[in-house]
């Protein structure tokens, strides 16, 4: 059996693990598991806290991702496990989705968050800090159940598996063709091009903005130098101030001018107190439709030479904050050149 992708998932303790290696044996296929991956990256560090095993799952997504994208371009399939989340995941598994016949079984029971808890007192792998985990989740799985509009099975696994594990085996054959996932603009999307409840309005002219810092307070346009780590030091968002604005094409001549004037300002001083190899400038606004562009310095190393960067396209989640101290550091940096 090939050419098919067979997406696993579920919340931790729901059994999908045991489930995606028996349909692995049964199908013949490749089991990719994101677990695997993460323990293996883990291998030649010491052992960290929360933030050293949230920094290693968000290299392992990039992983999975990429890996199972180069198995589907070469016509074979695979089994791919993870505790994909709705929301979060369903961008990159679309993509994947894309590329081969698919088909999603989601594992549920009520006894996940108890399967947990006894895991964690046997013990895992070192990586895997599950007393923090636990302390932070109740048991609800409802952010586990994702759907991509390809066939979709959810499978108990409270007693076993309902249905059984030759039904599941044959809904997983079933997928004959290409998955077509179709998605479709919000309801009240030209509601939110008009400005309605947006986010990047309400912030008026925050000194901090979701976390991050501002490095330069111009005349149409804040700046931020991003607190997250997403894998390129440096990026920035821009973000238009003033009327509600979702493209540059609403932009009188003049408010362009002051705009790009500003967005070129702060693409300058990325470039020179990171000195990356290119600079990308990009404005979408897809999900979030309020002009603002994203300014992303590109290196040697960060694992996409001809194409954006990783994180614009990729599952990313629990994503640590760049150290304080240099996060401290870099937004001082950043607006000493904006003042020159």
């Not at 074979?76 to 995941?89: C, M, Q, Y």
């Not at 309005?201 to 979701?210: F, K, L, N, Q, V």
């Amino acid at each position: 059996m090939t050419g098919r992708l067979v997406i696993v998932t579920g919340a931790p303790g729901a059994g999908k693990t045991t489930l995606a290696r028996a349909l692995g044996d049964l199908l013949a296929l490749p089991v990719l598991a994101k677990d695997d991956v993460k323990e293996a990256l883990a291998e030649p560090f010491p052992t960290g806290d929360r933030e050293w095993s949230q920094r290693l799952g968000m290299a392992a997504y990039s992983v999975l991702f990429v890996v199972a994208g180069r198995i589907l371009d070469t016509g074979h399939g695979l089994v791919l496990e993870s505790n994909f989340r709705s929301g979060i995941s369903d961008a990159p598994l679309r993509d994947l989705a894309a590329r081969a016949a698919t088909v999603v079984i989601v594992c549920r029971t009520p006894k996940a968050r108890d399967r947990y808890a006894e895991r964690a007192v046997v013990g895992r792998h070192r990586v895997h800090i599950d007393d923090a985990v636990l302390a932070q989740w109740n048991g609800d799985d409802a952010e586990f159940q994702i759907d991509i509009g390809t066939p979709r099975l959810v499978v108990d696994t409270t007693d076993g598996y309902a249905p059984g594990l030759d039904d599941i085996s044959t809904f997983a054959r079933s997928a004959t063709v290409p998955a077509v996932t179709k998605r479709e603009w919000p309801a009240n999307w030209s509601e939110r091009m008009r400005g309605k409840e947006c986010p990047m309005c309400s912030d008026g002219r925050a000194e901090t903005a979701h976390g991050s810092s501002r490095i330069l307070a111009g005349q149409v346009s804040d700046a931020y130098l991003v607190r997250n780590d997403v894998g390129q030091n440096g990026y920035c968002v821009v973000i238009w101030r003033s009327r509600h604005v979702a493209d540059p094409t609403e932009l009188t001549a003049d408010e362009a001018q002051r705009y790009f004037a500003e967005v070129l300002r702060v693409g300058r001083a990325v470039e020179q107190h990171y000195q990356p190899i290119k600079m990308n400038f990009e404005m979408l606004g897809n999900s979030l439709p309020h002009l603002h562009t994203h300014v992303v310095p590109r290196y040697l190393d960060d694992g996409e030479p001809g194409h954006p960067a990783h994180f614009m396209r990729a599952d990313l989640r629990d994503e640590p904050k760049i150290p304080e101290q240099a996060y401290t550091r870099d937004v001082a940096a950043l607006r000493q050149l904006l003042r020159d």
